[in-house]
């Protein structure tokens, strides 16, 4: 099984609402990441994961709080979002170890819309 | 993470060879040069990677130059199917602190004609 699901496939939520993304492997792979795209543009990192702990933060506001629960599930708890966090979430997983042969497997994301 | 730049668009049509390049002329000695694909509303899929030799897999062709400043990525017979954003992707080497990293630039925009 080479698949990464993504749960829900669309959200919409208002600013005030608290919402989860999940995202699922059963590839064994113990590096989970979260990327964000917005329209037209390339996805961009946000968090990484590596044997359930969070080893990259790449400056995500607080209203972001990802958790790994256990190696094969990752969840994005959403809260007080603004408008313009409306977008694509990525997640995605591989090997650990930060070697750059891994190949990251990516989920089909969720499309959020804040309003 | 060194840079790449890849043309914005370009065109093809259906069962012909296209040759999608990359320049990345800030490469260092243990870069190396992924690419990733991004079909119509889907998650980023990876296509090939590489070093310094040219490399060959079910999907596409891959050939780099000898001074490794530019790659080209070669779908042998593209299909509709091959219609998507292509990125050129460099991953430094392990224990650096671009740590499982996936920058990914532009991309090309490649549309495939029947």
């Known amino acids: 099984d080479t698949e990464v699901t993504q749960t829900p496939k669309h959200l919409v939520m208002g600013m005030t609402n608290k919402k989860s993304l999940k995202c699922e492997q059963h590839?064994?792979?113990?590096?989970m990441y979260w990327y964000k795209q917005k329209a037209k543009k390339p996805p961009e990192l946000m968090f990484v994961y590596s044997y359930e702990k969070l080893s990259i933060n790449e400056s995500v506001p607080s209203r972001f709080s990802p958790e790994c629960p256990n190696s094969s599930l990752l969840n994005l708890h959403l809260h007080a979002l603004q408008p313009e966090d409306s977008a694509l979430y990525l997640c995605?997983?591989?090997?650990?170890?930060?070697?750059?042969?891994?190949?990251?497997?990516f989920g089909p994301g969720t499309r959020l819309t804040v309003l | 993470d060194a840079k790449t730049t890849q043309p914005n668009s370009m065109e093809s049509n259906e069962e012909e060879p296209v040759h999608l390049p990359c320049n990345h002329s800030t490469i260092s000695g243990t870069d190396y040069i992924h690419w990733y694909r991004q079909l119509p509303s889907q998650g980023p899929e990876y296509v090939i990677h590489?070093?310094?030799s040219n490399v060959n897999n079910r999907m596409a062709s891959l050939a780099i130059a000898e001074d490794r400043k530019s790659s080209t990525l070669i779908l042998h017979r593209a299909t509709l199917r091959d219609a998507a954003v292509y990125y050129c992707?460099?991953?430094?080497?392990?224990?650096?602190?671009?740590?499982?990293?996936?920058?990914f630039g532009q991309g090309t925009i490649l549309t495939v004609h029947p």
């Open positions: 992707i460099l991953r430094g080497g392990a224990g650096g602190t671009s740590y499982g990293k996936l920058t």
């Open positions: 995605a997983s591989s090997q650990a170890g930060g070697h750059p042969i891994n190949e990251q497997f």
């Open positions: 590839m064994g792979h113990r590096a």
């Open positions: 590489g070093l310094t």
